[in-house]
């Protein structure tokens, strides 16, 4: 009984932030090759959401699904890079086909969460992902580490566009040789 109540707070939350079926409220990039998407990417800064919290060496790896489905792997160490490592599993789908930037993640049946591609690199080497509020935003790279200034400039933009500055939060990234 103790873990359905204590998934009570968890699922007001993210019915808070649910896909009305609306236009992504931020623009989305134009298009995203999803074969060049996939594999993994080193979460590097974000607006976290409650799993996330006191977390290190985030890795999302995203892969297709024979049925068109995409397979989210959320890899993590709990309070530092050699803390307990956990794994969460979530099922996306793209909803706008045209561009591949519009999907929808479903951290636990039923909810299906909104998830939009806002920036991404021309080769492919970092992303912005973000909600259809200003409460969660990813930042994230293909190496665990990103350019400074480059990540100056996405924290700019994410600024402009309406995100707060003061609530991105940097995962520690720290991986053996």
Known sequence: MKK???LIPL???MISCAS???QPFQPT??????ER??????VIGLIPTVFEKDIANGVENYSRRENGEIRVRYSFRKKSPQGKEK???QRGWIVDSATNAEWEVSPLWPLRLPYYVLEL?????????GTNNFDYLWIMSRTP????????????????????RERILFMDQVWKE
């Open 4 to 6: 359905v109540v204590g």
């Open 11 to 13: 699922i007001i939350i």
């Open 20 to 22: 009305s079926g609306e």
């Open 29 to 34: 990039v134009d298009y995203v090759d999803m």
């Open 37 to 42: 998407f996939m594999g993994d990417w080193y």
């Open 87 to 89: 794994v969460m599993f």
């Open 121 to 129: 690199g021309e080769n492919y080497d970092y992303t912005v992902i």
């Open 145 to 164: 580490s990103i350019e400074e200034s480059l990540l100056e400039d996405i924290i700019r933009r994410m600024e402009k566009r309406g995100y707060d």
